[in-house]
């Protein structure tokens, strides 16, 4: 990404909690409203406290006004809550939350145990109907909500069912809220990536297997999602809401 595409002072003065901060997408997300100029949240599990702590210190040399990284489980109810609450203590406002924080596990949907399906819809989906409701609760007009959804939330393959059921439940949530929060003065988007270069991307058994194959032009970095992530939250986007924005090099219509 060069400097030129980077709009310094574009979220001065505002707050963003990102989830799923410490690596992949999240960590690419907090980069990119931290050289913005924006004061950051960076929420992720606790047993990624370590990489988050190396985020943290790359977004403050990014420029971030300030940086608050939190321990949060998003699919506890209470955790998300303590993290809005600290965040509102610390900072006094929430202008933009993105969801991100998120996992796949791959098995046939009849080998999959009624636990795994609650445990990936509660990280994947539920975790951001948590932090959607605490932010139409504190946020000011101007605030803005990303989801970061995914193509498989429109067409999917094999040993997925669970994220994909939980993402495509995501993009209608966007729709859901940006409806709601319209008499709040609150807009909601989402982006659905495609294949993104990151762990989740490379440990997928289809894709270790050779039976799911990426062309190089089809597959994307974490940055390229965070540009659109960063737009979508941004005044440029006022005119948006309730929109699932495809950014996936055209790998959608290659499935």
């Known amino acids: 990404m060069v400097a030129a595409e980077i709009r310094k002072g574009c979220f001065q003065d505002k707050v963003v909690i990102?989830?799923?901060a410490a690596g992949g997408i999240g960590a690419a997300t907090a980069l990119r409203f931290a050289a913005e100029g924006a004061a950051l949240?960076?929420?992720?599990?606790?047993a990624a406290a370590a990489k988050r702590e190396t985020v943290m210190e790359a977004c403050r040399a990014n420029g971030a006004a300030d940086v608050l990284a939190l321990d949060c489980d998003v699919s506890r109810e209470d955790?998300?809550?303590?993290?809005?609450?600290?965040?509102?203590?610390?900072?006094?406002?929430?202008?933009?939350?993105?969801?991100?924080?998120?996992?796949?596990?791959?098995k046939l949907i009849q080998d999959f145990s009624g636990d795994e399906w609650r445990r990936l819809m509660d990280v994947n989906f539920m975790g951001a109907v948590y932090f959607t409701?605490?932010?139409?609760?504190?946020?000011?007009?101007?605030?803005?909500?990303?989801?970061?959804?995914?193509?498989?939330?429109?067409?999917t393959t094999a040993r997925v069912a669970p994220y994909a059921a939980a993402k495509a439940a995501l993009a209608s949530l966007t729709r859901s809220t940006a409806?709601?929060?319209?008499?709040?003065?609150?807009?909601?988007?989402?982006v659905a990536p495609g294949a993104i270069d990151t762990p989740m991307f490379w440990t997928s058994p289809n894709i270790a297997s050779g039976e799911e194959k990426v062309p190089d032009n089809m597959l994307g970095q974490p940055e390229s999602i965070?540009?659109?992530?960063?737009?979508?939250?941004s005044s440029d986007a006022a005119f948006m809401t309730g929109s699932t924005v495809t950014a996936d090099g055209g790998r959608l219509s290659a499935l």
Not at 179 to 190: D, H, S, V
Not at 227 to 233: E, K, P
């Open 79 to 106: 955790d998300v809550a303590a993290v809005v609450d600290a965040a509102m203590a610390r900072f006094g406002h929430v202008d933009v939350v993105v969801n991100v924080a998120g996992y796949m596990a791959f």
């Open 179 to 190: 409806i709601e929060g319209k008499a709040l003065g609150i807009r909601a988007n989402a």
């Open 226 to 233: 965070a540009a659109v992530v960063a737009f979508l939250a």
């Open 18 to 20: 990102v989830t799923g």
């Open 133 to 155: 409701q605490a932010a139409l609760r504190v946020m000011q007009p101007g605030g803005a909500i990303v989801n970061v959804s995914s193509i498989h939330a429109f067409q």
């Open 41 to 46: 949240v960076l929420v992720d599990l606790s």
